[in-house]
């Protein structure tokens, strides 16, 4: 009997705990993102004093960090996911639409028909940091992006569970959506991945340039100083939605640990260093050690559950 | 029962002096697809999704060319390729092998003349990327000869329906013979080329958009639409569809704002519907997106690893990595499912051509 519950047991296939992610992870973390953004709207109604919003803009940009890998769903409807967080811009977009809005005389509502460069955590970043938007026009845009953040993340988190019961319904009969439940789990996997690559590859990549021309003017978040909190806060939240996933995936979870010990001792809050060669290789290192985490994850979630990046998305032909 | 099809189709075979795409359960579709045993195989597929047959390949696969009346089908290796089978798909066997000549890899693509006696291939020079169309002729699969293709890499070549002009998608990009990775990213010049008999009739250039490289193509009427990946900084927002017709500027067709990285910088199919609509898949992003004729974006459809795609009635069938095939009409839907990875290409056989001979 026991020699036979053994079988059972090593003949079970990889278990990946979608359910998980999505009710404990996903679903919490749009709340708490809706809940936050819906404080800083309601502030942004009575005052535009820096003190008192600031402090709500970062616990809403915290809030959509722990969320921010996860680019499938009511995110990707109408463009939320890009007029919430719309970075890089590298036409400076944003900037040029801000000016222009706040230059102008024009009413404000509508403000969710502009350009998604325009809108989101990046518009408040700039109205609240730059004092370039002190005036009062600039606090009437302030409010007009802190209403349109909040109607966004509400719509979200509202949509979500519409969502999320197609993600766990995956593969039953009628659900278009997730034809199999490997869909479904593949789509948490590649939103790992993905989120674990954009940490190396734009968070970070994108201030180092290279070697010889650093370019820490390209951060994220520089106005307010967030970068490296953003990409530490990505990093934590990642590997939770990972572990969730895939409680048994020790190496990945060292790897994890690696790179956000690493993380933590740095002292560079908006990769300024990057145009120092220490600092630049202290970012070059951070990125190896993302690199790392990508790998072990690839074999630890990927291999053993038979999921990949996807056949031909792989391919590039 | 395909394969009481196949025995059916073979004793025709026999019978008949002149066999059709009927031998062959008249497939509307042919794909290659990587099977549970990580072997590879040519499909073909009926319009209800139902396999027809399944011929082994002897390596990844890539897109196929189906002969306009004989149930004839070249299969083409993934590039750089080594292979070209012609597969006669009634019989289910193997009719030529093709290898390209000394120096010389397939791209993945190929197409007919109007007549069905001439076979040409999308090829490079393995050494500098250069491209080259091969000439077969399409009885004995003896190569009679090469010209240039009027650019660097090219990927997909398809003929203009009513002519044997063919259009080139040269896709600028110099890989290396062995790794496949990209050497000229900075100095890339792709190009839209027309051919007839060898000769350059058009080039059509995006000066603005040095770096999208063209590589796929649709074709309806005297329109071209192509498809592009982009080989720039992924942040940057660019159109990856275009649409040309000889004689006039290549419209580039934007995406709408909330969608200008659904694609992730990347198109891996693209077909032109009967209805006009004009549909491209990107796998990595995991969408299917569907503009108008006129390339006006109108939708978005999520489906993982979303790659091959063909006319279908009424709209679009749609292969993934997954091994679904759907239908997208006025939404996107299951019609069946294989235990298979479907790989790039979904290649529609023309049955208007097929009937006319």
């Known amino acids: ?317 | 029962m395909a394969t009481r099809r196949l025995v059916l189709a073979g004793l025709l075979a026999s019978a008949v002096p002149r066999v059709g795409w009927a031998d062959a359960g008249s497939p509307a579709w042919l794909a290659a697809a990587r099977l549970p045993d990580d072997s590879h195989a040519l499909h073909g597929i009926a319009s209800d999704g139902q396999i027809l047959f399944r011929i082994p390949l002897p390596a990844r696969g890539h897109a196929a060319a189906a002969h306009p009346t004989r149930p004839e089908a070249v299969a083409f290796a993934r590039s750089p390729g080594t292979y070209a089978l012609v597969i006669d798909c009634a019989t289910g066997t193997l009719r030529a092998r093709l290898t390209p000549p000394e120096g010389r890899q397939f791209n993945g693509h190929g197409a007919f003349s109007q007549d069905g006696t001439v076979l040409w291939t999308s090829e490079v020079l393995a050494e500098t990327s250069e491209g080259r169309v091969g000439v077969w002729d399409a009885r004995s699969y003896r190569r009679m000869g090469e010209f240039p293709s009027g650019g660097i890499g090219p990927h997909e070549i398809r003929r203009i329906p009513g002519t044997d002009t063919l259009v080139v998608a040269n896709g600028g990009i110099r890989t290396d013979p062995q790794d496949r990775s990209k050497l000229n990213i900075d100095a890339m010049r792709p190009n839209l080329c027309y051919l007839t008999d060898g000769m350059v009739q058009d080039v059509v250039e995006l000066p603005d958009f040095a770096q999208l490289s063209i590589r796929h193509l649709a074709l309806r009427g005297d329109a071209v639409a192509f498809a592009m990946q982009w080989e720039g900084d992924p942040a940057e927002p660019v159109p990856l569809l275009g649409i040309h017709r000889r004689g006039t500027a290549p419209t580039l067709c934007w995406p709408a704002e909330a969608e200008m990285f659904a694609m992730r910088s990347y198109a891996g199919s693209i077909a032109w519907a009967d209805d006009g609509r004009i549909g491209l898949t990107s796998p990595p992003g995991g969408v299917v997106m569907i503009h108008a004729a006129d390339g006006t974006p109108v939708e978005r459809h999520a489906r993982p690893d979303a790659s091959g795609i063909a006319p279908a009635p009424g709209g679009f069938a749609i292969t993934d990595g997954g091994g679904s095939i759907c239908v997208l009409r006025d939404r996107l839907s299951p019609l069946t499912r294989e235990d298979v990875a479907w790989d790039n290409h979904l290649v529609a056989i023309d049955s208007t051509i097929a009937r006319s001979g």
């Open chain 1, 1 to 317: 009997m026991k020699t036979l519950l053994a079988l059972v047991l090593m003949a079970a296939p990889a278990f990946a705990d979608t359910a998980t992610v999505v009710n404990a992870r996903i679903g919490p973390g749009y709340q708490r993102f809706a809940a936050t953004a819906a404080e800083l709207a309601d502030t942004a109604a009575d005052t535009c004093a820096r003190e008192v919003l600031i402090p709500l803009f970062n616990d809403t940009f915290d809030a959509w960090i722990a969320v921010a890998h996860i680019r499938i769903g009511p995110v990707e409807d109408d463009g939320r996911g890009l007029a919430i967080a719309f970075w890089p811009d590298t036409r400076g977009t944003g900037k040029r639409v801000l000016d222009e809005l706040t230059q102008g005389t024009a009413p404000l509502d509508g403000f969710e028909r502009q350009s998604v460069a325009a809108r989101g955590l990046f518009a408040l970043e700039r109205l609240l940091y730059d004092p370039a938007y002190s005036s009062a026009r600039g606090c009437e845009v302030i409010g007009a992006a802190a209403t349109d953040l909040q109607r966004m993340s509400g719509a979200i988190l509202e949509e979500w569970y519409r969502f999320a019961g197609l993600m766990l319904t995956a593969g039953a009969p009628g659900n278009h959506r997730f034809l199999t439940r490997e869909e479904a789990t593949q789509a948490i996997y590649t939103q790992i991945m993905t989120g674990l690559a954009f940490n190396a590859d734009m968070r970070l990549g994108r201030p180092m340039g290279s070697f010889d021309h650093p370019r820490p003017e390209r951060a994220e978040a520089r106005l307010s100083q967030r970068s490296l909190r953003n990409l530490r806060l990505s990093l934590a939240a990642i590997e939770a939605d990972a572990l969730s996933l895939k409680p048994d995936i020790p190496r990945t979870f060292q790897a994890m640990e690696k790179a956000r010990r690493f993380a933590d001792r740095m002292d560079d809050p908006d990769f300024a260093d990057a145009a120092t060669p220490e600092g630049w290789l202290k970012l070059e290192i951070l990125q190896q050690l993302i690199h790392a985490v990508i790998e072990a994850a690839q074999n630890e979630i990927g291999g053993a559950l038979g999921i990949g990046a996807g056949f031909n998305t792989t391919d590039g032909d």
